[in-house]
């Protein structure tokens, strides 16, 4: 999903974008122009009219971009499968304010794959935030929901934020903590 930074788009149709820092669901109006500030994880920050907000990667035709792929399983595919691609589907969700995914910032703790008995799935996923007053809690929490609910077969994901233990710079992957400067 190449782009320069700060490139300028204007909305095609009407289209549902999440407002951040807080989560407000809004409607954008087709004629309003902005730029995208990141284009991570099949998802874009727009920055429109002051404020900044998150456009799913399914909508992304409203700002010209190439729709993101529906994630796909192999035939018969195990409980094991599909937690695999939970876990790469999580590793597609960003802060909208840091380059770094999710899971490369330590920030889910757990996820559990549970077959139903009509073959269909429940996902329950346990994360945290860097900080427990983090105002892009909502956002992200919405974010894996809907990249988890995404995978055939999977019925229904949980998402439950916990701060037991609490967030530190030590569950960074050693990528994330030179991307971010926290390498000491």
Same mark, same amino acid.
């Given at each position: 999903?190449?782009?320069?930074?700060?490139? $300028?788009? !204007?909305?095609?149709?009407? #289209?549902?974008?999440?407002? %951040?820092?807080?989560?407000?669901?809004? /409607?954008?109006?087709? *004629?309003?122009?902005?730029?995208?500030?990141?284009?991570?994880?099949?998802?874009?920050?727009?920055?429109?009219?002051?404020?900044?907000?998150?456009?799913?990667?399914?909508?992304?035709?409203?700002?010209?971009?190439?729709?993101?792929?529906?994630?796909?399983?192999?035939?018969?595919?195990?409980?094991?499968?599909?937690?695999?691609?939970?876990?790469?589907?999580?590793?597609?969700?960003?802060? $909208?304010? !840091?380059?770094?995914?999710? #899971?490369?910032?330590?920030? %889910?703790?757990?996820?559990?794959?549970? /077959?139903?008995?009509? *073959?269909?799935?429940?996902?329950?996923?346990?994360?945290?935030?860097?900080?427990?007053?983090?105002?892009?809690?909502?956002?992200?929490?919405?974010?894996?929901?809907?990249?988890?609910?995404?995978?055939?077969?999977?019925?229904?994901?949980?998402?439950?934020?916990?701060?037991?233990?609490?967030?530190?710079?030590?569950?960074?992957?050693?990528?994330?903590?030179?991307?971010?400067?926290?390498?000491?």
């Amino acid at each position: 999903m190449a782009h320069q930074e700060n490139e $300028p788009f !204007i909305i095609g149709r009407p #289209v549902e974008a999440v407002m %951040v820092p807080s989560g407000q669901s809004i /409607t954008l109006q087709p *004629g309003v122009a902005g730029f995208i500030t990141q284009a991570l994880g099949g998802s874009f920050t727009l920055y429109v009219e002051g404020n900044l907000y998150r456009l799913a990667g399914s909508q992304a035709d409203a700002i010209g971009k190439d729709v993101a792929m529906t994630p796909e399983l192999p035939p018969n595919a195990t409980e094991d499968d599909v937690r695999e691609l939970a876990w790469q589907q999580m590793r597609s969700c960003y802060d $909208p304010e !840091i380059p770094v995914n999710i #899971v490369d910032l330590g920030l %889910v703790y757990e996820c559990a794959v549970a /077959t139903n008995e009509d *073959g269909t799935r429940a996902v329950t996923v346990d994360m945290t935030l860097t900080a427990p007053g983090c105002g892009m809690g909502d956002v992200l929490v919405a974010d894996v929901r809907e990249k988890i609910e995404a995978i055939p077969t999977v019925q229904r994901a949980a998402v439950n934020l916990v701060f037991d233990p609490p967030w530190s710079r030590a569950m960074m992957s050693d990528a994330a903590k030179l991307q971010t400067g926290m390498m000491w």
